[in-house]
């Protein structure tokens, strides 16, 4: 039998943050997955249900938001846009992030090359008035529950709290602080009419966090890598539940200790499509997110260290860094029509073309 999900319940991390760390600390160790209970199960329908209105309309429509005009790779994307190690993803999507009021372009000389992710989202405000309320309310929702998770990893790891709190800002950008480089997906993967599965998104870690995802209640395709390379299929879940996952820079600060876990999106035969609102939690974009101690750790109860760890596949520190290297892996098209300065290498880092490296003086 293939292990299945721990199960933990947001209202632990009150009752008894004692043993709700002890559950995530083996949660986030042993297969870096599970699921979540929670009290805002009305908030993730209502942006459920605006997703579904969205993804209902004409193409024309949903192209009024259209991501190919975003250097920052966001917007809407149709079908065959996004692929994952070079394989097309079977799944249309509007992707989101933190926004900035002083947008950053390749033009501007102070900044650094991540810099030009800051920026505004396209919201389909003429076409669903509720839309962006909705999907707002939620991700608010969301980063709250991030927020205790959070430092529940820290209690979990011996660590105090604040000093990876002092990395992350609010949801929204004010004259007094940063935000969070938080990101989110809202995804339709449509309906599949053949016999032998169809990839919905291939097999990938998280480059930020910790992901949260509120799923569609009926459909199912989500699936974990377990340690031993078996595939196990998360189950349907109710919008009372979350289902949460190690990114790579959650496995960067614990040292290996909690694992980002790959996981992928297989469509089996359905006439529903499935929808999903993926949560990318994050720091701050400029931050530098580096190792804690090891020696303050707990039992290491899981085989290997640095499992999953791929020659092809750079871990970065710096959030702004890791960011990049993901959106502009899965998103070529744009990367080359608003970044032809830049070159992706092979493991993800992204250096300046030579010609446009600043020359130095001796
Ligand atoms: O749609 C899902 O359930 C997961 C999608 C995912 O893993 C991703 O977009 O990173
Ligand atoms: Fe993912």
């Not at 149709?78 to 002083?102: C, K, L």
């Not at 998103?331 to 970044?339: I, L, S």
Request: aromatic share 10%.
């Amino acid at each position: 039998m293939p292990p299945k999900l721990p199960v933990l319940n947001l209202s632990l991390s009150t009752r008894n943050p004692a043993l709700f760390a002890e559950q995530l600390r083996s949660a986030c160790h042993e297969i870096g997955f599970f699921l979540i209970k929670h009290d805002h199960a009305q908030t993730c329908e209502v942006a459920l249900e605006n997703a579904r209105e969205f993804f209902n309309r004409e193409e024309k429509d949903k192209m009024s938001i259209g991501y190919e005009n975003s250097p920052a790779f966001r917007g809407y994307m149709p079908i065959g846009v996004e692929n994952t190690s070079g394989d097309i993803d079977f799944r249309q999507q509007i992707e989101y992030a933190a926004e900035y009021h002083d947008h950053r372009t390749r033009d501007d000389k102070r900044s650094l090359v991540y810099h030009r992710l800051r920026a505004s989202n396209p919201w389909p405000d003429e076409i669903i008035p509720s839309f962006k309320p909705a999907i707002m309310a939620y991700v608010e929702t969301i980063f709250e529950v991030a927020g205790v998770l959070r430092n529940a990893m820290c209690t979990a790891l011996n660590v105090e709290p604040k000093t990876l709190g002092r990395h992350f800002g609010p949801v929204y950008q004010s004259k007094n602080s940063e935000p969070s480089f938080w990101s989110m997906k809202l995804v339709s993967y449509p309906p599949w009419d053949d016999e032998s599965p169809r990839q919905g998104v291939g097999s990938h870690t998280d480059s930020n966090f910790l992901t949260l995802i509120c799923q569609d209640p009926t459909e199912t395709g989500l699936q974990v890598q377990s340690h031993n390379g078996e595939w196990i299929d998360v189950p349907a879940t109710r919008t009372d539940t979350l289902v949460c996952n190690v990114g790579e820079l959650a496995e960067i600060w614990s040292a290996g200790y909690f694992t980002a876990t790959p996981h992928r999106v297989a469509r089996k035969k359905s006439q529903q499509d499935r929808i999903s609102l993926p949560i990318f939690y994050n720091p701050k974009l400029d931050a530098i997110i580096n190792p804690i101690d090891k020696n303050n750790f707990p039992q290491w109860d899981r085989l290997t260290e640095n499992q999953w760890r791929r020659d092809d596949n750079h871990l970065m520190a710096s959030v702004g860094e890791n960011s990049f290297k993901s959106l502009a892996r899965s998103h070529p098209a744009v990367f080359e029509r608003h970044h032809g300065d830049l070159v992706l290498l092979k493991d993800g880092r992204v250096i300046m073309r030579r010609e446009e490296r600043p020359t130095q003086s001796r």
